[in-house]
Structures are given as C-alpha cells and as structure tokens.
C-alpha cells in the first residue's frame, strides 16, 4: 500500500529548530518521570483531529500538575528558545498542536481541578484541563450549568484558546462572551491575572480577550473563570424536516430576526439524516431538518414554540416532533451529535475535512446555498451541519486519504466557499481558529495591516517566538 | 474669591512636550478652517465631566470630517511626535481628555453619519461621532434598538473606548459584548478594520476588544459597527421602595441568581429621591427605591415582574407602582436620569466625585452597605445609585471645590471603597473607565505583570507614546 500523498497544502511546512540535550537535562531535572521523551507520549501529542499529513512529534512532553510547574516548563523553554505547545485533549480541527517547529508539549490533562464554584455569582474558576462535560458534571448539584459546547469533550483551555462555541451559542454566546478572567503563564514564565469575577469593567486593556483565540501563542492558560447559567425551568427540544435546505434555512433566518431567545437551532441536512439514519438507525426523515431546543418558564418555552412552528410550516416544515424529558432529547440530540462519526462511517476508511465560515445572518440562504450546489457538483461526498442561528456551518468533505485529487478537490470547494463567506461580510473561521489551515484566509479576511498588527503583538509578547509558533501567521 | 486648591492627587501631572510651529502650519495647510487654534475651541476640547483642576488646553484642534482626515492628522502627529486626543462630545468622568501632555485634539463630531442599517442582521456601522440618542432616532423606523445607554448622549467613538454600558447592560452587556467590528486609525497613521460583520469568530487575535476600552491610547476609532436588539413586543417599567438599601439589594441579589431575565435594574438612593423630588416634584416616598424595567412578550413580562413582585414583597418592598405606556415611563426614569443633576443643584456651587466600583453579586450588599456606613459617617453630602443588577453602583460625593478637605474626604472614601471592592472580587471602575484618576488602583487591581503586559502593548502599538499619553498607566 503506497503511503496517503496529500496536496501540498496541507503538508505543513516543518522548520523545526533544535532542541538542546542541555534543555532536555533541566527538564529532566525538574520534572522526573512528569518529563516524558517515550516515542508513543510524544507522537500522541504530535497530533491532533486535523486532516494534516503528520510531522515529527515534540521533543518531550511536560505533565503540568499545577501553574508553577507550567511557569518553570516556559522560563525553561524562554531560556533555551525552544517551541511551547499547550496540549489539552488534542481536538483541534486546524493543526494547532502540529510541532511544525519542533520544540516541547505541555499536557495540561492533570490540572483537571474545578477550583471554586460561586455559583450566587454565576461563576466558577476551573483549572485549564477540566473538560466541558467534566465542569457539567461537577456543577450538576448547583441548579446552573455551562453552556458552551463544541463538537468533542474539549478542556476549558482549549476552548478558551480557540475561542470556541456550539450549539447553544446563539442564546449563550461562545468563549468570547463567557470568560470573565484568566491566569496566564506568559512566555518569560510569568504568572499574570487578567481579569475579575465582576461582571464589567473598564479597567485598561481587555487582555482577557486578547488571550482567548490566541491559539496558545501569547502564553499558557493555567486557570479560566467563566459564566455559568440558571438551568432554565423548562427545556424543550424538537426536530423539523423540510422540503429543502433553503425552506430550513429561511425559516432560521425569520426566527432569529423576530429575536425569538431560541437555545439552539441546528442544521442537518439529508445526507447527515441519511448517515446517522444507517448508524444509529433512528428512522428519521431523509429529508434537511432542524434540531431546536427552547430553554425558559413553561410558558416562555410555549410561546417560543408556537412562534417557530408558525414560521416554519409557512416554509413548508413538517410537524414537529416533541421531546420534553431529558431521554427524549438525548435521542433527538443523537442525530446531531452522531453526524460526524456517522459519516465518518459512511465511507471507510474516508477522513473528514471540516469548514467553519460564518456569515451575517441575512447572506446565510445565500453563502449556504451556492456552496450546496457546488459541493453537490463536485461528486465528492460530503455532509452538511451547523450552527445556522449564528450564520455558521460546517460541510464536512469526505475524503479517501489515498486519492491526492480528493483533498484537492475539497480544499478547492473549501476555498470558494470561504472567499463567498468574506464577500458576504463574513469570516473563514466562526469556531475553529485559523491554526495552519488558514493562515492565507486571515490575510484575505483582515487585510495585512491588520494581521500586521496581530503580529506586532505577537512580537511584543512572545519575542523569542516560542509560544506555539508558526500558528494564526506565517 | 480665592482659586479652588485641590488636593495634591486631583491635580493631574502635567507634563506637555514641545508642539513645533512647523507641525501646526503644517496641520493648517492640509485642514484650513478644520483646523483651529482658537483659545475657546482649545479650551473646550482640554476638559471632560471629571472633577480635575484644569490643565492647559491642546495646542490645535482638528475637525475631522472622514477616515483620510483622522489618518493624515494622525500621520503629521506621529511625524512630529506630538499627541493626539481623540475628542467625542467631551463626557469622560475620568479625565480623557485632558491634553496632559500637550498636543492636539482630533474632534470627531462631524464624522456623525450612520453609514449602513442591516436592520435584517440586527447590526449598525456608524462614524464614530453619532450619539447614542442619534443613533435610536435613525433606526426608529426598523423597530430595532441600540441599548447601551451612559449618563451622557456620548458618542459611539467614545463609548468604545470607554468600554461604557449604562442601565441595559444587565441583559444587554456592555460595548465589549456589543462592539462587532471597528475602523481604526493606527498610531502611525494607517486605517485597519478589525471583526466582521458575522456574529462569531475565531480569526486571530481579538483586536476588536483590544480596542474597545483603550481610551484612546492605542489608534482612533472612525467607523464602529453594533450590534442591535427588537425593540421588545411588551415593555413595563415599575419602581418599588424598600424600608432599606439592604432590602432593596437583597432583591436584586435574589432576582439575578434566578436568572430573571430584567432588562433594568436600577437602586436609588434616599438621598437621592429627596433630591429628585426637590428637583422634579415627583413625590415619590423618600426611601431607597429600585426602578425596574420588563422587556419580553406581554406574557414573559408578566412572568418576569410578579417573579420579581414576590422577592420584592418578601424583603419588605412596597407595592409596584407600574407604567405600560411610553410616557408613564418616561415619568418613571426621570427620576433616574435626574439623580445627577438634581443632585448638583442640591448643594448649588458643588461637584460631584463620583465612585465606579463593581463587584460580583454576590458580594454587593457587603461592599455597598459598608461604604454607606462609611459615607454616612464623614458627613459629607452624596447620592447613590446603581446599575446593581450588574453589581455596579456610583457613589457621587458632593463637594464644594473651594474646600480642600471636602475633596480629600471624598477623595478617601472612594480610596476605602475601591480597596473594599477589589477585596471581594471585583473592579475600581465597571464603565467609566481608568483614564487618569484610577492609574494606581489599576496597578492594585491588575498586578504589577498585568499592567506591564499593558505597557508593552502600547509600546508596540505606539512607540512613540503619542495616543492620548499618559492615561491608564502613568
């Protein structure tokens, strides 16, 4: 079998910089056996869920068990001017823990601790590995819960770095809106706070969202503080099939611009259907369908149900189906949650390659359909599922590895799928991060003086570039 | 009548570098009549609302009429390496505008247009001189609304750089929350956009809040693009007096821990309702009272205020008094947006210190009733109110400036208050902002590294230290 020879593209350039024996020796050192060099640790750490060829993995991997163990890896690594990457469960899309230039991982999996609940406060302060689920989990006798909520079981440091979102985003807002503070290992080794538990404030320069979407190069996240929500007296999920995509997509487009405080709207389109239907044989409609979830009072839930049925039997939508205890929503819920392993089976063998635009709510119809169409065009099998309240959607291209014209293919779509998204207003990434994938997107996104800038801070606080280089710019 | 002496510490450090003639003739020959070096023009763009003895005016004052003019004022300044202060309608409490350290002041009032309504997106561009009630008065007819409302009718440049909010912001959020995307003038000269349009991102740094909150220091604002709300189906506003402030918060603290979804939330003082009602004969019952306002569908309002009306009573508050229709409202919140002048004319000759502190909620009947203790105490007359549903509240403390002492008191009082609030978790100011009253507790408040990560910042941003110098850190 010949090795997968994938487009150039996304071969990451590896310039990997030298690691000194002398570096390794301190690290050694100071962390015993919390220093790994075993090939197996460092190549599960070289990687990530992108669709990137692999590249040499880091040269050791530290096991942070608190922030000064996170200070002393980084004073190290500043000293002898070696790479840093932060390394939560290793669910980047975008090549984000890619060691492109050689250097160290820190795994932050051990500083998994919720540090205080204020839950009068609608707070909690948890260290950087506590995972989404973990948090929900632990806070689950408080009455609140902690909304955000991407695709995998993410950290909380992940998060805050790729300034992620989800599903409930569109009532909740993402990790952009939802960290009030951070405590931060800079790339001297420093520990810093930036932020309070207040709710506001204008006191000097906003760092806390400097650092979140930072993609792990300004420094090491080693506590994050976030909002969390009453768990809303009444939750009401249900799914809606459609006769098309655009009929979906126009009746999201309605709902969001009545300002109905919908939770969630999510759409699958019939290929997902189609996908989970064979994997979870749940016998859904092969038809484009929204997945809705309607959090308040009783009677607040009611009335915004009532509201989006209206408009989306005036688009053709067929009957809701109802789901008001918790099973029955995590049955709905499976068909979203399932699409991408779904698909992933529907071609064995095949591996996904995921967009992440995003658009002004009026130009979705528009950025959506075209991109259906062409996809549609291309052969290449695909999926279709998004976050539409928000503007944001995934297609996920199906590729064989093995077949180079594949992955061209799909970064060719991904390509004039992009370049419609920024014609519209809109933005190449709404939840992954730029990472490796597109670093050329950001330059078209922003204009260059504006990723200028990013560089320029980036320099300021990083000058010897260790901190995760090679990621967000070239 | 002998000239006001402050205490030493409200007399700003004036520092002004040389502004050579050859800078001015130069600003003359690219602006004409724009630009002018009248006394009375420069002395009205060398003071703000803040309480700090005058300090000599800009040398010249710019009218800058689009983007181009703010670049080539800028692109001259950095030439000559004299400061620049960004000018709205000249509201800053904090001290903003004061030319510290000389320089000239760029009037941005007549960049005043709103350049695009997508009413359908729910977002607005202006330039950056529209007032916020400019603003609502031009997109009236989308049935849509810009919510974050300060004291003053600010502009939306300066509201940015304030990172203001006001009484919405309880379920609103601040100009962090709502400020998607800016046009900004940089230090050197060049015009950047940051964010777009699409309601999430995770393209790169987040310059767009780097901004927001900069007061200035880092680059003019000249386009900034918001976020709008529909206007609310049902709106009810009701004020209710409590036998105490301690009644009155405790309502509050409950209210929000539920996750009721108020729109407002207001506490007014005894104090301030006596003033009030000398000023505006509105007979309220003079004791602490909070003024409260629903947005929702008519049945989520109902919902939202007899939820409210049972914490209310349970507390001892008396029964609401309501108002539905527009001008009863209006009623309502005079009370409100009197407070400060009726105030003023309370001790007729004074002026108002006033205090910015915001903690977590849970903290706010600690931090409020013991700096009411400690108000109380001192003698010197003051007002309350506060945005308590964020945890925000302004002390105003009532001096006459020809009495050094008073300003000493009230310069104490807040020093407690301030100490006080940090304590407990939260921040010296929640929207006014650090300008140059707050350098030091800046310092208490961020850390040492915190503020030095700042520095750095403006360093790389502004090496020539010509944005608005010698604001947020000394």
Redesign the interface.
Known sequence: MNAPTPAAHLAPVVNARPVPQAFIDALKARFGNNCSTALVIREQHGRDESAFAPVPPPSAVIFAECTQDVADAVKLASEYKVPVIPFGVGSSLEGHLLAVQGGISIDLTRMNKVLSI?A????VTVQPGVTRKQLNEEIKSTGLFFPIDPGADATLGGMSA????GTN?VRY??M??NVLALEVV?ASG?????G????????????T??F???EGT?GVMTEVTVRL??L?EAISAAICSFPSIEAAVQTV?QV????VPIARVELIDHHSVRMVNAYAKLGLREEPMLLMEFH??P??VK?QAETVQEIASDHGGNAFEWATTPEERTRLWTARHNAYFAALQSRPGCRAIST?T??????LADCLLDSVAETEASGLPYFLVGHVG???FHFGYLIDPEIPSEREIAEDLNHKLVSRA?RL??????????GLH?MD??VT???V???N??R??????DPHNIMNPGK??H
């Open positions: 204020n009068e406060d609608l707070t790729t300034r992620a979102s985003a807002g993402t952009r809106e800079t420093e520990i810093i706070r930036t309070t538990r207040a709710k506001k404030s204008s006191a000097g320069y906003d760092l969202r400097l979140v979407g930072s300004l929500y009453p809303p487009i969001i611009q009545l300002g308040g009072s009677a607040g009335e992440d995003c658009v002004p709510i009026s130009k928000d503007g944001n920024l207003g809109g933005t190449c990434t709404g939840e992954h991060g730029i597109k997107f950001l996104e922003a204009g003086g504006a990723v800038m990013m320029t801070l980036k320099q300021a606080l967000i710019f």
